[in-house]
């Protein structure tokens, strides 16, 4: 798939949980749509157990309908890197696996260059101390998870995790980038 259609474009990236993910993206000006799911693995419409368990080869992702005139393919990269460690290979926090890695998957040639030059910036930027070991991959499948799992953080905001991981962090990325906040009135 090229482009979703004329005036909208499709990411899918990985970061750790997609609660967390999903959470931030959803408040991000021009992101038309988050689709929780997972993506990179052999297993077949897999479930969040098969994901969980680390043996289907799948990352927990989000997919991103987006419009590029709203904001850019790079300004989505920009802000994944910032909202979670890519230095750490299969790990995010307490979440640990090779379902939690960081990677991006490009649909098409122009968003494979945008993202390699993106990570060179981030790599000679003073953002991380570390290498990123972050993977980028061609887009193969996406599929999506449960239900359940979709908005989990505006369905479940007492949650533990929501109110002691997910909640900081969106506190912080709204501080951090105001600019890209959809206008709530």
């Not at 038309?32 to 479930?47: A, C, K």
Request: hydrophobic fraction near 35%.
């Amino acid at each position: 798939m090229d482009y979703l259609t004329e005036n909208h474009e499709v990411a899918t990236i990985g970061g750790g949980c997609f609660w967390c993910i999903e959470a931030i993206y959803l408040d991000i000006k021009g992101i038309i749509s988050v689709t929780s799911g997972y993506s990179g693995g052999t297993t077949q419409n897999p479930t969040y157990r098969e994901v969980s368990s680390g043996m289907s080869g799948h990352a927990e992702v989000i997919q991103l309908i987006f419009d590029p005139k709203i904001i850019s393919y790079g300004d989505i990269l920009k802000i994944f890197f910032q909202i979670h460690d890519p230095t750490t290979r299969n790990r995010q926090g307490a979440d640990v696996g090779t379902q939690y890695r960081s990677v991006i998957f490009y649909h098409h040639e122009v968003q494979k260059g945008i993202a390699e030059k993106v990570m060179i910036e981030i790599g000679k930027s003073a953002l991380w101390k570390n290498p990123l070991v972050t993977e980028l991959l061609p887009y193969t499948m996406f599929y999506p998870a449960e239900s359940y799992h979709q908005d989990y953080y505006a369905n479940n905001p007492n949650q533990p995790y929501c109110s002691i991981v997910i909640a900081p962090k969106l506190k912080k990325f709204r501080k951090s980038f105001g600019q890209f906040l959809k206008d709530v009135n």
